[in-house]
Nanobody
């Protein structure tokens, strides 16, 4: 499957952004979908994950209550809506697909496909 992330940009603190990950290729419903981010000089870290059917989501503690992940099987897309943005969330955001993980406890190395990343910059 090919993944294309978009929607990043520059926003002021307190603002919102909506990231979109568009998938093409193999059946979209076969994959657990995750979002990760990597700030400059730091390791890539987990942000959110959504189950194959979309009924289960899980978030990093740092984004709970402010970020929402959803998927649209008809459009083959996964959204990450980010509200109340803070400068510390500035990073490149990546979407990823896992064919082997069965639930949200899915380590990074078990994601098979990655998008190219989209830059999110939050100014203070």
């Amino acid at each position: 499957v090919q993944l294309q992330a978009s929607g990043g940009g520059l926003v002021q603190a307190g603002g919102s952004l909506r990231l979109v990950c568009a998938a093409s290729g193999r059946p979209f419903g076969s994959y657990l979908m995750g979002w990760f981010r990597q700030a400059s000089g730091k390791q890539r870290e987990f942000v959110a994950v959504i189950s194959r059917g979309g009924g289960t989501t899980y978030y990093a503690d740092s984004v709970k209550g402010r970020f929402t992940v959803s998927r649209d099987s008809a459009k083959n897309t996964v959204d990450l809506r980010m509200n109340s943005l803070k400068p510390e969330v500035t990073a490149v955001y990546y979407c990823a697909a896992s064919s082997s993980c069965s639930d949200y406890v899915c380590p990074r190395h078990r994601y098979d496909y990655w998008g190219q990343g989209t830059q999110v910059t939050v100014s203070s």
